[in-house]
């Protein structure tokens, strides 16, 4: 069992105190996975603030919902897939994204199942896509711009998923019937 703590505004060191502040705001709740990122207050800003960029990006709710799954899902994460599943059906979302995805299937849309393979080819390849994998990707709709956003994105869960496997964070009531 980890001994990651999870902090509240009271125990959090001071530097995470508005941060934690901001969570609850958002959320109406201090999420665990923020609570566990206190310890340590720079990565749950950076979390926050990439959070914040990645969802501001050029991706609709669809095309954030099939990134951030498709890393959920690949990394194996507990907790950030039935967090995205909630997260995903709040901002309307089609609910057969994160199902396909979960059962490893194609999307239905082509353009979002090339934004899933290549978000996929990131993750396998570390990055190192090929030109016709990059060809793909643009010729089904993306540009350059969504290429950099498919890597902001992995940043993003990058820090959630692997704090969550080390922490074994436990999933937030409202997310659990989602797991």
């Not at 010729?139 to 922490?167: C, P, W």
Request: aromatic residues 8%; proline residues 3%; glycine residues 6%.
């Amino acid at each position: 069992m980890s001994d990651f703590k999870r902090h509240d505004k009271e125990s959090a060191p001071e530097e995470s105190k508005k941060l934690l502040e901001g969570s609850e705001k958002a959320f109406g709740m201090i999420p665990n996975l923020h609570a566990v990122m206190a310890e340590a207050p720079g990565i749950l800003e950076a979390y926050q603030q990439v959070h914040e960029l990645f969802v501001n990006s050029s991706f609709d709710e669809n095309e954030l919902t099939v990134v951030w799954q498709t890393i959920n899902v690949f990394n194996e994460c507990h907790y950030c897939v039935p967090a995205h599943t909630a997260i995903a059906k709040n901002m309307g979302a089609d609910d057969s994204i994160t199902e396909n995805i979960k059962a490893g299937k194609a999307l239905d849309d082509d353009k979002l199942e090339a934004l899933r393979q290549f978000t996929l080819v990131m993750l396998k390849k570390r990055g190192n896509a090929s030109e016709s994998e990059l060809e793909s990707f643009y010729e089904a709709g993306y540009g350059q711009r969504q290429a950099l956003e498919v890597i902001l994105g992995i940043a993003q869960k990058t820090m959630s998923n692997f704090t969550n496997h080390i922490a074994q964070t436990p999933i937030d009531e409202p997310f659990k019937k989602f797991a």
